[in-house]
């Protein structure tokens, strides 16, 4: 069963661990810069979003590659990038509606989260289960993938 | 049933794909006039800077993909496409189809001015355009660039990787001026001075002569330049030349309907070549860009197979990397009458952005010198998100974009 990950906001303290898991895990340094998940922070509201890619079916990153440097890891479900075929186009971070696939200038590719293979750092750093790793049928991402296909160019009539 | 491709680019390649996907014992044939494997062009500018060998361009690395997938590659030129008989005319015999998807893209066009035909004169649009670049620009070498457009800008940048001296030539009153408005274009061009290049707007190419080894380039600014090398990428004009005489109307490109069908049924057009709707006017118009290209291509196929998938139109969208600054445009970035801006401009550190509302929608972008999150502009456009109070929040700082985006969709 793949699974994916699950966010879920209410939980969040904005304590960073995720971010510093996820760049140690994907560049040897603790450096938040450097992580494939972000916490975005609303102070007014008081509200805290941990924030990466949702392995959307659509995968808009790997339709709009011209090289083929980003395919589906056949037993995670990730869309991952293959760094010795990318060549830092960055085609796909303007075709990503969500904005989770970016440019690296320190590498010259793109990265993304890539479930960390099936074992997901930022999910063992969370202390509040904001992030759980969870069968993906049960994840709480509806209203994302909703709107993912309400992006989705080839549906609806002509405007 | 029988599918017949015209053109091996990314959209005849992702159309095979679709089609086969969607249709199992469908008979698909790809025509491509190029006697490489199906390539990107796009790819082209980093097998000049040496980060890719020819290889790297490939649009599919797997020996014996096409094979595989059940596609029939063939080498050849279409002359002729024959409606009455459902047929298309290739090296000398006649292939017939049940469907047909033209998808024969663009090519490089000169601009008129005399000289353009001696050697040392290069587009740089096919894999073999690449190699004769290859050879002229050494390190060293004169180099002048003839057109600061999209492509122009991909080029610049390898050029420069090759550590050519370089003299860029740009018509418009800005860099990529189909792309960016006046302060980003121009803030573009200060940055590429800096990096030691020479760049000349609102300036043309007046022509081109021999002067001994070298070439001289005679410029509407009165200066004159000699080169070992030009490059031409001016711009590109699709490739409807052998529709004449079919009945397939064309006006720029080939115009479809929203199911990306010509004017004759059972022909569809998908890609560079294709004048399909655009997302934000509803217009039809040649966009020449590779997410374009996919989208065409993957409801194109759909389409012949049966599958009616009705196209709502293709955003406009480009990200440049002009020397390291990297910039990216979206939508109707220059506006719409009675919408208002969101500016930022940092020139010290090239920093940009600026944003375009209708009512509390974004219709348009413009960033450079942001990488993160540029996505999430394209999602805002295309989903009509309306912004609320966040709306007036990016009025006053326009960098906050992707909190703008949470607060819309997720929180």
């Known amino acids: 069963m793949q699974r994916s990950l699950q966010i879920d906001p209410e939980k969040c303290t904005a304590c960073m661990q995720c971010e510093l898991a996820c760049s140690y895990q994907a560049t040897e340094s603790f450096n938040p810069s450097q992580s494939r998940i972000k916490v975005f922070m609303f102070h007014e509201t008081a509200r805290f979003v941990p924030y990466t890619c949702t392995q959307c079916a659509e995968a808009w990153c790997m339709k709009a590659c011209p090289v083929d440097a980003i395919q589906v890891n056949a037993e995670t479900g990730a869309k991952e990038v293959i760094d010795s075929l990318c060549v830092g186009c960055k085609v796909c971070t303007i075709a990503c509606p969500f904005g989770t696939i970016n440019y690296s200038q320190s590498t010259g590719k793109v990265v993304k989260c890539d479930l960390c293979g099936g074992d997901p750092e930022c999910v063992k750093a969370c202390p509040t289960d904001a992030i759980t790793y969870v069968d993906a049928d049960w994840t709480g991402l509806d209203k994302m993938r909703a709107w993912a296909a309400k992006t989705d160019s080839q549906s609806g009539a002509q405007a | 049933m029988k599918h017949v491709i015209i053109g091996a680019g990314p959209a005849g390649v992702i159309a095979a794909e679709t089609l086969r996907a969607a249709d199992a014992r469908a008979e698909i044939t790809l025509i491509g006039d190029e006697p490489e494997p199906p390539y990107s062009r796009m790819a082209i500018p980093y097998v000049l800077s040496g980060i890719i060998d020819e290889t790297g361009t490939y649009l599919r690395k797997d020996e014996g993909y096409f094979d595989n997938l059940g596609v029939e ?3 050849g030129r279409v002359e002729k496409v024959n409606p009455g008989k459902c047929s298309v005319t290739v090296n000398g015999g006649n292939v017939n189809y049940d469907r047909l998807l033209i998808a024969s893209g663009s090519r490089a066009v000169k601009p008129p001015i005399s ?3 001696l050697p040392g004169i290069h587009h740089c649009w096919t894999l073999e355009d690449s190699r004769g670049i290859s050879d002229l620009a050494k390190e060293g070498a004169k180099v002048v660039l003839m057109g600061a457009g ?3 800008c991909i ?3 390898s050029l420069v990787a090759r550590g050519v001296e370089l003299t860029v030539v740009e018509m418009g009153d800005r860099m990529v001026p189909r792309m960016m408005n006046r302060s980003a274009g121009n803030m573009i061009r200060r940055w590429c001075e800096k990096k030691g290049v020479t760049v000349f707007t609102s300036t043309r190419g007046d022509g081109v002569e021999q002067a001994g080894t070298e070439l001289k380039v005679t410029l509407s600014n009165g200066k004159a330049i000699n080169a070992d090398l030009v490059v031409v990428a001016t711009g590109v004009a699709p490739n409807i030349e052998f529709l004449e005489g079919s009945g397939v109307k064309t006006d720029t490109g080939i115009l479809v309907d929203q199911y990306l069908e010509s004017s004759v049924p059972g022909i569809y057009a998908a890609g560079d070549v294709a004048e399909g709707f655009d997302f934000s006017t509803g217009a039809r118009t040649v966009q020449a860009i590779q ?12 389409n012949m197979t049966g599958i009616k998938t009705p196209f709502r139109g293709s955003l406009g969208m480009n990200v440049l990397d002009t020397l390291g600054l990297v910039s990216t445009s979206f939508g109707l970035w220059n506006g ?5 801006r969101a500016e930022v401009i940092d ?8 944003l375009e509302f209708d009512e509390d929608q974004l219709v348009g972008a413009i960033t450079l010198g942001h990488t993160d999150h540029v996505g999430v502009l394209r999602g805002l456009i ?4 309306h912004l609320g109070a966040w709306k007036q929040r990016l009025m006053a700082d326009p960098t906050r974009v992707m909190e703008a985006y949470l607060a819309a969709t997720q929180v």
């Open chain 2, 291 to 302: 997410p374009t290209a996919a989208d065409h291509a993957r409801a194109a196929a759909l």
């Open chain 2, 150 to 152: 999209f492509i122009g």
């Open chain 2, 382 to 385: 295309q989903t009509g998100t």
């Open chain 2, 73 to 75: 590659v063939v080498q």
């Open chain 2, 115 to 117: 000289g353009l035909d």
């Open chain 2, 155 to 157: 080029i610049l940048e």
């Open chain 2, 347 to 354: 020139e010290e550190n090239f920093r940009y952005v600026s």
């Open chain 2, 336 to 340: 719409v009458g009675g919408g208002e």
